[in-house]
């Protein structure tokens, strides 16, 4: 039997989200208001101790703990009306015993919100965010954030911090891999598509969860690729390039945000004010919770912000809402407010907003809503949600190179199969991926002989994915995912290339395990290990063809590899499915469509090397080297791969490029438009791009900006006509008060399959 919360049932009349409609827009405002009438309700009950007991969010453990500390003496906590919420915890029998202590054993029986790290699936782990991301295709993505939350919903989790929108352009941050890649476009709207996918129209739906948008703000840009190191940008480059992601996530109705461990201005995310007040709340109408990042109201110590005490009512009063396991707001806020630091309607506002986010969750009506076991048989590793994981690893893959024309292979083919990461579970799902069970993955040797049993396979593991014990054992954090064998390196490299003499074709498939990417896994040298790359080059002596097939977090360094005569699939961590998902692309059951987000460096000295890099007063004519031009000596300025790029087993052309008017009013708008004709031997699917350069501007603008894309199918000898529709709206920015404008004047164009084509039309907007 059921016990709810006394205080709730005799309250809740109602629920605050209800499916949008007409008729919902007219009644919103009751609804808003029956949700006051109830927080007031309830506050008004509430002691100063008990609304600080909102504010503190617990992870007792035996998930994945990414501080140093865990909590302690969770259960009895509970009981004292000392916690708003836990995360780590997973299932409807353990959530149960602790939403009992909650609802039973506190005086108002205020239940808990239950938050987990739902990052790319649950149990059915889809390809790494970077690599979902590739894809460029937004309801596939959308469709991801649903069955990850009707997963997390069905085993106890009603809040989710997902997702990460950092923008980053720095592939030695090992972070790259949660997030949507260097461009503030395309990262909106991901981030747009997972707030949607995650909470639907009605997050009191038993399938839905509030989700977070993080971290707030600017982590991606953490200096020199390192983990929570400082970050320190211009207020123009925050607006126009880092910031439009977390405003699009507010904009979709996001309803709760994670503060970033890095500071921004000088000031820590989780004690600054202007960010999580002045712009987050009073310029973005941001009305939900702000959560803190794990123990990053603690870690203000460290940044120099004074003691425990000071740094917490420096986050209060900032606009922090919820402290996540540092317990600073629980053991300090009372004494902060008895000497004037911090003041009760400070306590009260962010206790309201804990209790709001927990109306609309509809967890006053029904404190167990979320934890039905029929639901977590029924609704989680569904086979068609496997299907669908299998898909969307196989649209995130990317082809970098087909110069070997390996690919696509016959079914019947002599493969020879080599590689630390060829027959290998542990390294399918990728980071951040603690719900996931890495041994329901599908290796690829299995995928292989899943699609093609007819083909020939010579397995051999060939290499160890490092031969670097101290590397291995740095990886090797949440499992054995570097393993370091006991054959030795010549013996394995041996059999690799007997396995290739008696073959025809050479699949390689190396690259990153994967916690050599995510939390805490900056890399300074972005090469493939170098056990591998010897496995690799020795292959290439072989003279046998041969496709690589790329496993990997983040942008690599690969010029090694690409100057080798070899075709080179790019999977990232393709998730549960990955086996299947390569076999269906490497046989050619679906033609690679993939385009990459971030940019690939032809060496790390390049990085930052993104394609929305502005001119410089010296630009370099051409590739080649000029002196005094803004070049290096040892390579070009352009990346390996730019933003956008992708090949195809097919090839595209794209013709007639047109505007429909030379001008653009301020008022109107004019339609873009190109042809693009399948001028090879397989059907295929582009991503379709439109980018702009504005000529001229009161600030420094971007050689190139995407302001569009599609994503189209097009079978061989195809042809379609892709318009897109823009307004001066679309070509607004920040100046330099931060107003954010259009000024009139030539805007070039160009639409194309990558990023880096050149302009050759272009129209004016005109007043
Ligand atoms: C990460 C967050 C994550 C949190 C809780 C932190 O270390 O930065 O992204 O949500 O841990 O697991």
């Known amino acids: 039997m059921i016990k709810r919360s006394l205080i709730t049932l005799s309250l809740i009349t109602g629920c605050f989200f209800a499916p949008s409609s007409q008729v919902v827009a007219q009644n919103s405002q009751t609804q808003e208001s029956r949700m006051n009438a109830t927080v007031d309700s309830i506050l008004a009950k509430m002691t100063i101790d008990e609304k600080i007991g909102q504010l503190n969010l617990l992870n007792p453990g035996g998930g994945v703990a990414t501080g140093a500390v865990v909590s302690d003496n969770v259960q009895q906590k509970i009981k004292d009306g000392e916690v708003g919420g836990l995360f780590g915890v997973a299932g409807p029998d353990k959530i149960k015993i602790a939403q009992d202590y909650a609802v039973n054993d506190t005086r108002l029986g205020i239940p808990l919100l239950i938050g987990s790290d739902v990052i790319h699936g649950y149990k059915t782990t889809f390809p790494i965010p970077l690599g979902t991301s590739a894809s460029w295709d937004l309801e596939m993505i959308k469709k991801t954030a649903q069955i990850a939350a009707l997963e997390a919903t069905a085993d106890g989790i009603n809040w989710n911090f997902s997702p990460m929108v950092d923008i980053s352009r720095d592939p030695r ?13 395309l990262g909106s709207q991901i981030a747009k598509a997972m707030v949607e996918g995650y909470q639907g129209d009605d997050l009191t739906k038993e399938n839905t969860m509030i989700a977070t948008v993080k971290h707030f703000a600017l982590y991606g840009a953490s200096e020199s690729g390192r983990d929570y190191n400082t970050t320190d940008m211009s207020r123009i480059k925050m607006f126009n390039e880092y910031l439009p992601p977390y405003k699009a996530a507010i904009d979709a109705g996001v309803g709760s945000v994670m503060s970033s461990f890095n500071d921004v201005d000088g000031v820590p995310a989780t004690g600054n004010k202007w960010l999580l007040t002045t712009l987050l709340r009073d310029k973005w109408g941001f009305d939900g ?10 870690e203000m110590i460290a940044h120099g912000l004074g003691d425990l005490q000071a740094v917490s009512a420096l986050a209060l009063k900032a606009g922090l809402d919820m402290d996540m396991v540092g317990e600073g707001f629980l053991t300090t806020l009372k004494k902060s407010l008895e000497e004037g630091k911090v003041t009760e309607q400070e306590i009260t506002t962010a206790a309201r907003r804990i209790l709001e986010a927990k109306y609309k969750l509809g967890l006053f009506e029904d404190p167990y809503k979320y934890l039905d076991e029929n639901r977590t048989k029924k609704d989680i590793l569904k086979k068609s949600s496997r299907e669908f994981a299998r898909e969307v690893a196989a649209h995130s893959f990317v082809l970098l190179k087909k110069d070997a024309g390996v690919l696509p292979l016959k079914k019947d083919a002599k493969i020879a199969l080599i590689g630390p990461l060829a027959n290998n579970k542990n390294n399918m799902l990728g980071t951040w991926a603690p719900t996931g069970d890495p041994q329901l993955s599908i290796p690829v040797l299995e995928g292989i002989k899943n699609v093609a049993p007819k083909a020939k396979i010579n397995y051999a593991q060939g290499a160890n994915i490092t031969n670097d014990e101290e590397f291995a054992e740095k990886i090797n954090v949440f499992g054995p995912r570097a393993e370091i064998s006991n054959v030795s390196p010549e013996k394995m490299l041996e059999k690799a290339l007997k396995a290739a003499k008696k073959s025809d074709v050479i699949i390689a498939v190396v690259g990153e395990a994967s916690e050599m990417s995510g939390e805490s896994a900056s890399r300074t040298n972005l090469l493939i290990p170098e056990s591998q790359k010897k496995l690799i080059r020795e292959l290439a002596k072989t003279d ?4 690589i097939v790329l496993m990997s977090g983040r942008p690599l360094n690969i010029s090694e590899e690409a100057a080798l005569p070899v075709d080179i699939l790019q999977v990232w961590h393709p998730g549960v499915e990955a086996g299947n998902a390569i076999a269906d692309v490497i046989f050619g059951d679906y033609n690679p469509s993939g385009k990459i987000t971030a940019s690939w460096p032809r060496n790390v000295g390049q990085v930052p090397v993104y394609y929305r890099m502005k001119n410089t007063g010296r630009p370099q004519p051409s590739d080649d080297f000029t002196k005094f031009k803004s070049q290096y000596l040892d390579v070009s300025n352009s990346p390996l791969y730019p933003f956008g790029f992708g090949l195809s087993y097919t090839d595209f052309e794209y013709k007639n490029i047109t505007a429909s008017a030379d001008k653009l009013p301020m008022d109107g708008t004019i339609t873009l438009s ?6 090879g031997d397989f059907d295929g699917e582009e991503v ?4 702009i350069h504005d000529k001229v501007r009161s600030i420094t603008p ?3 900006e995407l302001k569009g894309f599609k994503k189209i199918m097009l079978k061989k000898g195809e042809s379609k006509t892709v318009s897109f529709e823009i307004s001066a709206e679309d070509l607004k920015f920040y100046n330099s008060n931060l107003d954010f404008v259009t000024e009139p004047g030539e805007f070039e164009y160009v639409i194309a399959g990558s990023s880096d084509k050149e302009f050759k039309n272009s129209f004016e907007l005109v007043k």
Do not use: I
């Not at 941050?173 to 476009?185: C, I």
């Open 173 to 185: 941050w090992g972070r790259v891999a949660e997030g949507a890649g260097e461009d503030p476009y």
């Open 544 to 547: 046998k063809p041969m496709a």
């Open 289 to 298: 919770f702000v959560t803190s990042d794990y123990t990053s109201v603690n």
């Open 688 to 691: 379709v791009q439109l980018y």
């Open 674 to 679: 190109a042809t693009v004709t399948n001028t």
């Open 702 to 704: 971007p050689l190139k």
